[in-house]
């Protein structure tokens, strides 16, 4: 089983709809969480942290259920700037350690 | 803020040779750089560790005599693939950074093997 896992789409939706990305993590001794953006060959960007909590971040909304070891974004009122692949991501210790990203997820916004 | 300068951004080599890609960390200093490798339409995935002053330390898989790790000072992390074959061909990138909220990316080299 892979140690985190995510749909791997491709997602095509139209631009200004909302779209809902899930990923899970297979350590549940894992402590952080992120979601970042990638586009085409270029360096992962971080997109937000996830929080138990839950949190939000202009259109990006991120939650963790650390219960069942799943982590969500959901993006509203998408932009054609939003298509890129979204990769979750997990890392066990609180400081700098490897992340261990999913295999990502593609989003198209068509006008 | 912080950066981590990643060179060069794409190389194309022959089979068989070998390919030096840098890391410097900017701005801070990085004891650990980890190096990832992208196929197309894949995941980044990590290939090792590299720490300062020590040996790296390689993830399942990855041959260490063949991706040779150096992280001789807190600024300088290298990347050597030896004897390149075209399954090498893939994306390489490195980050480091002083916590995981401040992870850093090198922009990342695309290696082309013919």
């Known amino acids: 089983r892979k140690e985190v896992e995510q749909d791997p789409g491709p997602f095509n939706v139209p631009e200004g709809a909302t779209v809902a990305f899930n990923c899970t993590y297979s350590n549940s001794a894992s402590q952080s969480f992120f979601w970042y953006r990638q586009d085409c060959r270029k360096e992962p960007k971080l997109l937000m942290s996830?929080?138990?909590s839950g949190n939000e971040d202009g259109r990006f909304t991120a939650q963790l259920n650390r219960a069942s070891q799943y982590i969500s974004l959901l993006i509203r009122d998408s932009k054609l700037s939003d298509s890129a692949t979204y990769l979750c991501a997990v890392t066990l210790y609180s400081s700098a350690s490897k992340i261990i990203f999913g295999s990502g997820t593609r989003l198209s916004i068509r006008p | 803020g912080a950066v981590v300068s990643q060179h060069p951004s794409w190389v194309i080599c022959k089979s068989g040779t070998s390919v030096k890609i840098e890391c410097r960390s900017l701005?801070?200093?990085?004891?650990?750089m980890f190096w990832y490798r992208q196929f197309p339409k894949q995941s980044l995935m990590l290939m090792a560790t590299s720490n300062e002053g020590s040996k790296a330390t390689y993830e399942q898989g990855v041959e260490k005599d063949k991706f040779l790790i150096n992280h001789a000072s807190l600024t300088l992390s290298t990347l050597t693939v030896t004897s390149a074959h075209p399954e090498d061909s893939s994306f390489y990138i490195c980050?480091?950074?002083?916590?995981?909220?401040?992870?850093?990316f090198g922009s990342g080299t695309q290696l082309s093997v013919l």
């Open positions: 996830v929080y138990s």
């Open positions: 701005d801070f200093q990085a004891t650990t």
């Open positions: 980050s480091g950074g002083t916590t995981n909220e401040k992870l850093f």
